[in-house]
């Protein structure tokens, strides 16, 4: 992947609600891109801790990401912006049956649209970069 996207903006670190599994408190940011070829190509996306076997809320690898991304604002990371059919959820009063979301030069959509809480649509289903900015103004 030799896309690179622009952390725009990095969100105040939070920590979820206690949890009815017993689990440690996992802490989340949102953070947000947009692609380096089009301003006008961005995403959200909300980045959280994981559990280590034993249920306690670890960043990944150790690396606290809130502190890493915050140093990067307004620099490039690899990566792409990426849309995929999902099943359907609901967002407010609309259903939407596609989700888009930045993807890293580590992950890959299907990974990223679990642990956002979407199901893919299907077994053989293929993420798609999002559109050019020739189409998307026109």
């Known amino acids: 992947m030799s896309k690179q996207l622009i952390v725009s903006a990095v969100g105040a670190l939070k920590t979820e609600k206690p949890r009815k599994d017993g689990k440690g408190r996992r802490q989340y940011f949102i953070l947000s891109v947009f692609d380096a070829n089009n301003p006008l190509a961005s995403a959200s996306r909300i980045i959280f ?36 059919a999902v099943k359907p959820y609901k967002i407010q009063d609309k259903t939407v049956d596609n989700y888009t979301c930045a993807v890293f030069s580590n992950e890959t959509f299907e990974v990223v649209a679990k642990e956002q809480g979407h199901e893919l649509a299907n077994a053989t289903m293929q993420a798609v970069e999002v559109a050019p900015q020739e189409e998307l103004i026109k």
């Open 49 to 84: 801790q994981k559990h280590d076997a034993q249920g306690k809320a670890m960043w990944k690898n150790g690396v606290d990401l809130h502190m890493v991304y915050t140093s990067m604002l307004g620099k490039p990371v690899d990566g792409q912006i990426v849309r995929g």
